[in-house]
């Protein structure tokens, strides 16, 4: 049986059969939807099961899309996903006490102004220490160093009592102290930090067995062979006595010298 035409309805015959898209048709009938010219089997195309020549054919164009139920569901979805996978990268990480910061430009920026900071503070602390502080904090030192001075009279005065019992052995220190005397000169007391540490009674002999340059006013300098008497233990790390070479005496570090 003999198909209809998909343009006019009417029996289409095997001579004037067109089979395209689905459909039978006249090769009459068979033509573009917009400008009406006849097509063939080669220069038609085909949009929604309908022929159209090459210049009227329809272009597609991309359309926002709504918010239906559907898309809302799966944006809710993808969203738990990402937070489910961000707390497990979260529980991961919890026992390691740490967690991998990229260097981004804006973390950059931040290490190098903090860098600049901590330089800019640290030179303003090295210019102060030597200039030297300020009246009022020349006044604040000076209160506390006559507070300590107060605290630690008494040790002070028991450390100055062995003292005259100290012999050096260098014969040009001994005619200082009668020349200062007799011109009422008075020798300036000693650091508290000094009179604390310092201790009382005579002591052992030592020799140094490297160069030193005093680092404070309550240290002494000596250098590499000189003889330390009256050698007085501190601590670990310290000694207390004077340089048989020059008469100096205060604190010096353990590790440069040796027992006789």
């Given at each position: 049986?003999?198909?209809?035409?998909?343009?006019?309805?009417?029996?289409?015959?095997?001579?004037?059969?067109?089979?395209?898209?689905?459909?039978?048709?006249?090769?009459?009938?068979?033509?573009?939807?917009?400008?009406?010219?006849t097509l063939n089997m080669k220069n038609y195309k085909g949009y929604e099961k309908k022929p159209y020549c090459n210049a009227h054919y329809p272009k597609q164009s991309f359309t926002m899309v709504a918010d239906t139920p559907e898309n809302l569901r799966l944006k809710q979805q993808s969203e738990l996903q990402s937070q489910i996978r961000y707390k497990e990268e979260f529980e991961k990480n919890k026992g390691k006490g740490f967690s991998v910061v990229?260097?981004?430009?804006?973390?950059?920026?931040?290490?190098?102004?903090?860098?600049?900071?901590s330089n800019i503070k640290y030179h303003e602390e090295f210019e102060r220490s030597r200039m030297g502080p300020s009246p009022s904090e020349g006044a604040e030192l000076e209160r506390r160093n006559s507070q300590e001075s107060t605290?630690?009279?008494?040790?002070?005065?028991?450390?100055?009592?062995?003292?005259?019992?100290v012999q050096p052995s260098n014969p040009g220190y001994q005619q200082q102290q009668p020349s200062s005397q007799s011109y009422g000169y008075k020798e300036p007391a000693a650091p508290a930090s000094t009179q604390r540490n310092a201790p009382s009674g005579g002591g052992k002999r030592f020799r140094a067995v490297y160069d030193y340059n005093a680092a404070d006013e309550d240290e002494v300098s000596f250098q590499d062979g000189d003889t330390i008497i009256n050698v007085q233990q501190i601590d670990d790390g310290w000694m207390y006595g004077t340089v048989e070479r020059t008469g100096d005496t205060g604190m010096l570090p353990a590790n440069y010298v040796e027992a006789i």
């Open positions: 049986m003999n198909p209809n035409c998909a343009r006019c309805g009417k029996i289409v015959y095997p001579t004037e059969k067109v089979n395209c898209l689905d459909k039978f048709w006249h090769k009459a009938c068979f033509h573009c939807e917009t400008c009406k010219m990229a260097d981004t430009p804006e973390l950059q920026r931040i290490k190098k102004t903090q860098d600049q900071i605290n630690y009279r008494r040790p002070a005065e028991q450390q100055h009592q062995p003292s005259h019992h």
